[in-house]
T-cell receptor, first 112, second 109 residues
Framework: EAQVTQNPRYLITVTGKKLTVTCSQN?????MSWYRQDPGLGLRQIYY???????DKGDVPEGYKVSRKEKRNFPLILESPSPNQTSLYFC???????????FGPGTRLTVL | LAKTTQPISMDSYEGQEVNITCSHN???????ITWYQQFPSQGPRFIIQ???TKVTNEVASLFIPADRKSSTLSLPRVSLSDTAVYYC??????????FGAGTILRVKS
């Protein structure tokens, strides 16, 4: 089944404790992206990747890192999480930039 | 100017046609405008995509004028199950994807 998977689905952590949210797609898509969703603000792009080893900042990249060592995986790294990063995070992939995106199920992160 | 804007909410009744308009103030010249639907506790789901003029699929139509500064999603004969949040999305200069803040559509019986 074609899908985007994210792990974990739920995470509660404390300020400053490094964490990684994994994202994987099995559709051989070139474009991958991370979004955060907050009430009243919709989805905002954090980082995106046009292809392997090519990543770039979206609208809200501060406090996040990503890597794209393989085509299928695009992990989101929070080196030192802070409470303002409490949010719902979505990973998405598409064949190319601007094509239909397929979204993962979301990761709800709470930073205390 | 805010980059991509749309109404916060809309109410409709079953069987009516619903039109949701989005303003694209910073859209790149060569990429699609896309609309997504989102239900609670789920990721957004693709509805329709277009570049110019009108596109229609089995669930919606999309109207984009020649200047591409706006787009209108049209949902014919909505039902209760169309109650959801609808997002427009465009590609801005620099390859960034920018969503609007979303329109909450409430369909009543």
């Amino acid at each position: 089944e074609a899908q985007v998977t994210q792990n974990p689905r739920y995470l509660i952590t404390v300020t400053g404790k490094k964490l990684t949210v994994t994202c994987s797609q099995n559709m051989n898509h070139e474009y991958m992206s991370w979004y955060r969703q907050d009430p009243g603000l919709g989805l905002r792009q954090i980082y995106y990747s046009m292809n392997v080893e090519v990543t770039d900042k979206g609208d809200v990249p501060e406090g996040y890192k990503v890597s794209r060592k393989e085509k299928r995986n695009f992990p989101l790294i929070l080196e030192s999480p802070s409470p303002n990063q409490t949010s719902l995070y979505f990973c998405a992939s598409s064949p190319l930039k601007g094509n239909e995106q397929f979204f993962g199920p979301g990761t709800r992160l709470t930073v205390l | 100017l805010a980059k991509t804007t749309q109404p916060i909410s809309m109410d409709s009744y079953e069987g009516q046609e619903v039109n949701i308009t989005c303003s694209h103030n910073n859209i790149a010249t060569n990429d699609y405008i896309t609309w997504y639907q989102q239900f609670p506790s789920q990721g957004p789901r693709f509805i329709i995509q277009g570049y110019k003029t009108k596109v229609t699929n089995e669930v919606a139509s999309l109207f984009i004028p020649a200047d591409r500064k706006s787009s209108t999603l049209s949902l014919p004969r909505v039902s209760l199950s169309d109650t959801a949040v609808y997002y427009c999305l465009d590609v801005e200069y620099g390859n960034k994807l920018v969503f609007g803040a979303g329109t909450i559509l409430r369909v009543k019986s």
